[in-house]
């Protein structure tokens, strides 16, 4: 064994040791370990590069940065930027990089000056023509690669996709299995991309002989088998579970205090002291303390200097001069919308069981149409800003924002894309509340014929307001209402096959409107009924997925 082998980072990261024992004379600033063919990097004030076993130069070359060699190249850094050397200090290729990886399996991870990530191949070429937000290192020919809506898939070779999946965080394959988290939680999936097992966890280790540490969502760790089983319990629950469901039997408490300091007007007379709040709220001071401290258990008010408080930034969206104010949703929440969750044992017995019409009681009164558009609106801004860009529209021309409101979506569609035309369809009611400037209003009803042709249909969170014998009715009509050629966009969550999530906002629709959540399966289901035929479902950034039909 050469002595480059056996050599060691000193303590004090100066130079390198050999049993213990110095390996040359010499003294830097840093050094890091030996790689093959026997060569370290090295650094001295502001410049680097790498040495051999003997504490000398490999080559004359000087660099800002230098790093170990891995399949027999070195990534350095310079005034020009990143890139890879040969032992000699040669330039591996003449491209500059803005970040560079170390070669793994005959690629290497490189960042563009865009900030965006791809591979290159042993000559410094790129491997395929698409660029990522993030991508990692390739292990036995497979990669991480993470895309703009922050969601990870594998990568082969070749940069193709292995399985088309995607996960909020993923790892390379280790024994068969990769570590993979979706909205649930972590679990392990196999080389389909297809879960191990029905199982969600806070954390898992990759497995090892067949078997992997987890952590469960109550602090407890496991070993688990490839099929999810418990082998051993390593600690126990560190979360009582009955002070958990405690808690969640109290839910209403947030709900009913936030909306008490939004209906009391205690959010707009902050910042204040005690005192103010009292006066200005017509309230007990002492009563006012204990408002105030609620709500800054909730994260929503904080004590500052001077015996003042303050509305934190999660806080000020309870203001109603805030763009995305949720002052209105606590007022719904706490009252009407809650009023109708008292029906739900109603719901679950009869399969008939249909709520008073919500949309009618909301249009019926001004100031409650007002208030639930505004909280609508907000949802609407926040939700689908990071979508728009996603809606594969091409060279459509008129829009179609069926049951949109008072135009939130069409008004960030339209910012993105100024050449369109687009349309918002609702009741006259609504499109009467479409601020001015905003996008032109069509007057029209979700059941009748739409007097309108588009190239595209959106439908916004419309179908889950509906049992599925109305939105086939809705979908048939926006089928009716396409140009040839022209498709209907969908966005709306989409409940997992192995997973809960989504199923109180089920239980939310079927209370309120007599809607439902829905599968995959459910809803290319009803685009057949409706002669349609969903073409693919895509991930989006935000909580709802965009879900492309066409004829």
């Not at 660099?63 to 170990?68: D, L, V």
């Not at 036995?140 to 895309?147: E, F, L, Y």
Request: glycine share 10%.
């Amino acid at each position: 064994m050469n002595d480059w082998q056996r050599a060691r980072v000193a303590p004090e990261r100066t130079h390198h040791l050999v049993d213990g024992e110095p390996m040359y004379a010499a003294r830097f600033d840093e050094v890091l370990a030996f790689h093959a063919p026997g060569l370290a990097p090295a650094r001295w004030g502001s410049t680097a590069w790498h040495i051999d076993g003997r504490g000398d130069p490999a080559y004359t070359r000087r660099f800002q940065r230098t790093f170990g060699f891995y399949e027999g190249r070195a990534t350095v850094s310079g005034v020009e930027g990143w890139f890879h050397i040969l032992p000699n200090g040669e330039e591996l290729y003449p491209a500059r990089h803005s970040w560079c990886g170390n070669y793994q399996d005959g690629r290497c991870v490189v960042r563009d000056s865009k900030g965006l990530y791809g591979h290159i191949d042993q000559a410094g070429r790129p491997v395929y023509a698409a660029r990522w937000r993030y991508a990692g290192d390739y292990r036995d020919g497979i990669a991480v690669a993470q895309g703009t809506d922050g969601r990870s898939t594998h990568l082969d070779a070749h940069g193709e996709l292995v399985h088309g999946r995607w996960f909020l965080d993923l790892d390379v394959f280790h024994k068969g299995f990769a570590r993979a988290r979706d909205e649930q939680g972590w679990l392990h999936v196999d080389g389909r991309g297809q879960p191990a097992y029905a199982r969600r966890f806070a954390m898992v280790e990759p497995f090892y002989n067949g078997q992997a540490r987890i952590e469960r969502f109550d602090g407890s760790l496991e070993v688990i088998d490839e099929a999810g089983n418990t082998v051993t319990v390593l600690r126990s629950a560190l979360r009582s579970e009955f002070a958990a469901l405690s808690a969640d039997l109290v839910g209403f408490w947030k709900t009913d205090t936030l909306a008490a300091a939004v209906e009391l007007g205690l959010i707009e007379v902050l910042p204040a002291t005690e005192a103010e709040v009292a006066a200005r709220c017509d309230m007990p001071e002492e009563r006012a303390r204990r408002l105030l401290r609620a709500l800054g258990e909730l994260g929503i008010t904080e004590a500052v200097a001077g015996g003042r408080w303050c509305t934190t930034s999660r806080g000020d969206h309870l203001r109603a001069a805030h763009p995305l104010t949720l002052a209105d949703a606590a007022l719904e929440y706490a009252g009407p919308l809650r009023r109708r969750w008292r029906d739900l044992p109603h719901a679950l017995r009869s399969a008939s069981w249909r709520p008073q019409d919500v949309f009618v009681e909301v249009a019926e009164d001004p100031a409650r149409r007002a208030s639930h558009h505004r909280m609508l609106r907000s949802y609407a801004l926040h939700d689908y800003a990071p979508v728009v860009q996603q809606l594969p529209l091409g060279d459509a021309r008129l829009v179609l924002d069926a049951g949109g409101g008072t135009g939130a979506l069409a008004t960030l569609l339209l910012q993105w894309r100024p050449d369109l035309d687009v349309l918002v369809l609702d009741l006259p009611e609504i499109v009467a509340q479409i601020p001015p400037g905003g996008p032109p209003g069509l007057a029209g009803d979700l059941f009748a014929p739409w007097p309108v042709r588009a190239d595209a249909v959106l439908l916004a969170r419309v179908l889950h307001d509906w049992d599925d014998q109305d939105a086939v009715r809705i979908l048939a009509n926006a089928r009716g209402a396409l140009h040839p050629g022209g498709r209907v966009l969908i966005l709306e969550l989409v409940l997992g096959d192995v997973h809960f999530g989504g199923g109180l906002c089920d239980l939310h629709l079927l209370t309120v409107a007599g809607g439902r959540e829905r599968t995959r399966h459910d809803f290319a289901r009803l685009l057949a009924m409706a002669g349609l035929r969903l073409e693919r479902v895509d991930t989006t950034p935000g909580l709802p997925h965009l879900l492309v039909a066409r004829t």
